[in-house]
């Protein structure tokens, strides 16, 4: 799997507030609404300039707060390809692994690349393209690589219970 | 080598002898959901599965936003009163319970060794009473309600080792506000943090509870704290079944220790917008407040109205200050009526609310206006985080927060006269 898009930078501990207000939690849930509402406390322009396979680049503890699976899934929605961060937070990051998208862990290209880079990242073979370099990341873990290869949790379930 | 808590709790669990950094799968004895549970269940449908495997696992609690402030709430709660109906889920909990993290253990779904998992972060509260509890997503929770059975990753174990007696108006809060501080936002990420020193052994159940519950602000993955006589005293008068309290071994692996003593802490505050950005009192004093907010899962117990009414005597809260007082549970709200503590934070001039999450997350009961400053109870200050993102949270300890609001502005408790 290959993704191709420019990078959206920000700091560390984005929580998951900031990217998808708990607010909206049980009253937005149509998928191109909750798009439109990704990221809104951080930067309001996101929403509506980001295009289909972008990245978003963030410090540590990605995504820390709440367990709202919203945080993920409106990104998803607004077209977001992988977020890479120096680290993620816990269920931020089991979520990105349930619902199928990538949460890559790299340091070197968090203090490397800058807002609007065009990045490529090819997920089989754990690489990172720029213009600034190339740089290498460690695939998932054994034990949940089958989850994100079956395209997120729900999917990697039905196919074990025989449902697909 | 011993085993940690953690390691014990996902040995038992998975069959086997595990190591930290293995990854199980395993079934937990309890999983809770709230108002997300209708959610959940639209996830659960489309699985294709046609029963809840095991219902009497689930306990599902509404809190998040009782009663429903609109229609579309309204519609919520409405789909997962049918949900637990047609699936057999008979541990549910309608709107004139309290919070989710409090009602499970006072109804007696929290028991010491127990690995409890939870679609929400503050899920971590559990361990107050000897219990390894996670935070878990929404689609997880759908699974385990369709298998039964979740992975995890086994934590490594980092110990905060506590000593000293706490001064005057000083407290848990505090406590843990300073632990965030100096640790930071990530500083236990993916960890489980045991919790331990002669300041925990002394601790009681409203206490402990802050620590678990916020653990999840340092990024922890659980927190945990091995249950005093108190403890082990509540959980007896409330849960019906045997159950076997779970020690690290003392020659155990952590992987890093930190000491804190209590004896000289001040009140602490977190500012705003994050849990860490921690100082203590002296440097926020003055700070004017609009609104203090003495609710929430973290902080809004018996013992805390206690504490906080001793601070508040006979004074009024000031005319230009909003005071919401949010009980964590009926159970507590009868508890304070009782006791007339109601009733004087009423003639100081506060508004209280039925039990629930309130104004926490934003939803109801409480939203601030742009450009307005509140000090909370609660756990978390991320901006926008009680709905308005052009207003600021600070957090602090009941007793700071009632102080505040007699003042209109963040004062020293120590130095009320």
Redesign the interface.
């Known amino acids: 799997m290959k993704i191709k898009g420019r990078v959206w930078k920000y700091g560390d501990?984005i929580?998951t507030?900031?990217i998808f207000?708990?607010?909206y939690?049980?009253?937005v849930?149509d998928k191109s609404e909750m798009a439109k509402h990704a990221l809104?406390?951080?930067d309001p322009d996101f929403a509506e300039k980001v295009k289909k396979g972008d990245v978003i680049v963030g410090g540590?503890?990605f995504g820390?707060?709440?367990?709202?699976?919203q945080a993920v899934a409106c990104l998803v929605y607004a077209g977001v390809g992988a977020i890479i961060a120096r680290?993620f937070?816990?269920?931020y990051f089991?979520?990105c692994i349930?619902?199928g998208l990538p949460a890559i862990v790299s340091p070197e290209v968090v203090d490397t690349l800058e807002k609007g880079d065009i990045v490529e990242i090819d997920l089989e073979r754990g690489v990172v393209k720029s213009a600034r370099g190339i740089f290498e990341f460690p695939p998932l873990?054994e034990?949940?690589i089958g989850?994100f290869e079956a395209g997120?949790?729900?999917p990697y379930?039905?196919k074990?219970?025989g449902?697909e | 080598m011993g085993e940690t808590f953690a390691e014990k709790i996902f040995s038992r669990k998975a069959g086997r002898k595990v190591k930290a950094g293995e990854f199980v799968e395993v079934e937990p004895d309890v999983a809770m959901s709230h108002d997300n549970t209708a959610a959940i269940s639209k996830t659960f449908l489309s699985i294709g599965v046609d029963k809840v495997h095991n219902p009497d696992r689930h306990v599902v609690i509404l809190d998040h936003c009782v009663p429903p402030a609109d229609e579309k709430f309204a519609r919520n709660h409405k789909e997962i009163r049918e949900f637990v109906r047609k699936f057999g889920i008979k541990n549910f909990y309608d709107i004139n319970t309290g919070i989710c993290h409090q009602v499970m253990h006072e109804k007696g779904h929290v028991w010491p060794g127990a690995l409890i998992v939870g679609s929400d972060s503050h899920t971590t509260s559990y361990g107050a009473f000897g219990a390894f509890s996670t935070g878990i997503g929404r689609s997880e929770m759908a699974v385990i309600m369709a298998t039964g059975k979740m992975w995890f990753r086994v934590p490594e174990t980092i110990r905060v080792h506590v000593e000293g007696e706490f001064p005057d108006f000083v407290g848990p809060k505090d406590l843990m506000l300073k632990i965030a501080g100096e640790i930071g936002a990530d500083g236990a990420l993916y960890k489980a943090v045991e919790y331990c020193g002669p300041t925990i052994e002394k601790m009681g159940v409203a206490g402990r509870f802050v620590l678990a519950n916020m653990s999840v602000e340092i990024g922890a993955k659980a927190g945990y704290m091995i249950p005093n006589d108190e403890v082990l005293e509540y959980i007896r008068r409330r849960v019906k079944r045997d159950f076997e309290v779970i020690k690290s071994d003392e020659d155990a692996e952590f992987e890093k220790e930190y000491k804190f003593d209590v004896s000289d802490l001040s009140p602490m505050v977190a500012r705003p917008h994050t849990v860490d950005n921690v100082v203590p009192i002296g440097e926020v004093k003055g700070t004017k407040v609009d609104m203090v907010f003495f609710g929430s899962c973290t902080n809004a117990r018996l013992e805390d109205f206690e504490e906080a009414v001793k601070v508040l005597g006979k004074r009024k809260f000031s005319p230009n200050v909003r005071v919401i007082i949010i009980p964590a549970s009926m159970e507590i709200y009868k508890g304070l009526l009782k006791r007339g503590i109601l009733e004087k934070f009423i003639d100081a001039g506060a508004v209280v609310l039925n039990p629930g999450c309130g104004p926490c997350m934003g939803n109801h009961e409480g939203v601030p206006a742009d450009g307005e400053i509140v000090i909370s109870t609660s756990n978390r200050n991320f901006k926008g985080r009680m709905g308005n993102r052009n207003s600021e949270i600070y957090l602090a300890s009941p007793q700071t927060c009632v102080a505040s609001g007699i003042y209109g502005e963040i004062v020293d408790v120590r130095e009320l006269s």
């Open positions: 501990s929580n507030d900031v207000p708990g607010k939690t049980y009253t849930t809104e406390d951080l540590r503890n820390c707060g709440s367990s709202r699976e680290s937070s816990r269920i089991r979520n349930n619902f873990p034990a949940v989850i997120g949790l729900i379930t039905r074990r219970l449902l």
